[in-house]
Each structure stands twice: as structure tokens, then as C-alpha cells.
């Protein structure tokens, strides 16, 4: 069984930086995308940040130039710095992995997170 352990969040003043981290535990081969995704109230779930297993990166244009994503292969780890936090940013935010390999499986699987609440008060 895969698990995502996320960790991090918090409350922040507008213009703070907080950084999420996120482990995936288990018997995994590989995992072919690891990202973030948040969720406010009242919205649905969006994406934030995306890496491949090669470092290709993809990111939402409202976050683009504060947050970096960046991921550890061998640990199965992602993290997502934020900088200039914004109000708007205020979301709980989601680890995601996707196209993940387990030992003797033909198929790939995507998993989720708990998510973890980020603050950010004007």
C-alpha cells in the first residue's frame, strides 16, 4: 500500500513563504509525476505544480515566478516552496502522485494525500 504524508502547512501573513513537503512510502518502483493541488472553499480541486521524473516542471499561471516545485527520486519525496503568499492562496493543499509503479503490477496508479490547510490572513 502507498502512502502520502504531507507536511508543512500553516498560517502565514500575506507576503510570508512556507514550504510543503510530501513523502510517499511504500513499495514503489517509481512514480512518473509527483504535484500539488489545492482546493478552496467552495471551489473545486486545481492544480498548482506538476514535476516528471526527469524534472520537467509545469506550473499554474497564478503561482508561476513565487512557487518552485522540486522532487528527491530515490527518497520518492516532492516539496513546494512558496514565496509572496497571497490571501488568495489560502487552500488546502493536496500531494499527488501519479503514475505509480508497484512491484509485480502491470498497471500504473495514482494516489492522494490527506492535504494540509495553508492560511494566509491579509
Known amino acids: 500500500q502507498v502512502q502520502l504524508t504531507e507536511s508543512g502547512g500553516g498560517l502565514v501573513q500575506a507576503g510570508g513563504s512556507l514550504r510543503l513537503s510530501c513523502a510517499a512510502s511504500?513499495?514503489?518502483?517509481?512514480?512518473?509525476?509527483m504535484g500539488w493541488y489545492r482546493q478552496a472553499p467552495g471551489k473545486q480541486r486545481e492544480l498548482v505544480a506538476t514535476?516528471?521524473?526527469?524534472?520537467?516542471?509545469n506550473y499554474a499561471d497564478s503561482v508561476k515566478g513565487r512557487f518552485t516545485i522540486s522532487r528527491d527520486n530515490a527518497r520518492n519525496t516532492v516539496a513546494l516552496q512558496m514565496n509572496s503568499l497571497k490571501p488568495e492562496d489560502t487552500a488546502v493543499y493536496y500531494c499527488n502522485a501519479a503514475g505509480v509503479l508497484l512491484p509485480l503490477q502491470a498497471s500504473l496508479y495514482d494516489y492522494w494525500g490527506q492535504g494540509t490547510q495553508v492560511t494566509v490572513s491579509s
Open positions: 511504500g513499495s514503489i518502483l517509481t512514480i512518473v509525476t
Open positions: 514535476i516528471t521524473r526527469v524534472g520537467n516542471t
